[in-house]
């Protein structure tokens, strides 16, 4: 019951489940997406600290969502 406030309901588990067969689609759109943001804060003469960290901290996120099946498959089996 704690989950649907969060917007993790019976629903969402059907939703994500029909999307499975796009993930590599998803890969390479968020892989694309980082690459250019990471491309157009680099390019500005002065960046604000705040763009790069936050930038940082979605990269970082994004991997880790990203490696969250392997790490499941491969080292929380019990």
Do not use: C
């Not at 489940?17 to 250019?36: E, T």
């Not at 940082?56 to 499941?72: E, G, H, K, R, S």
């Amino acid at each position: 019951m704690f989950l649907v406030p969060l917007g993790l309901g019976g629903m969402s588990g059907l939703f994500a489940g029909a999307l499975g067969r796009y993930r590599n689609l998803f890969v390479i759109l968020a892989v694309i997406m980082l690459g250019l943001a990471h491309y157009l804060v680099d390019k500005k003469e002065h960046p604000h600290i705040v763009e790069k960290v936050i930038l940082w901290i979605a990269t970082v996120m994004t991997l880790v969502i990203l490696a969250y099946p392997f790490i499941q498959t491969n080292f929380l089996t019990y």
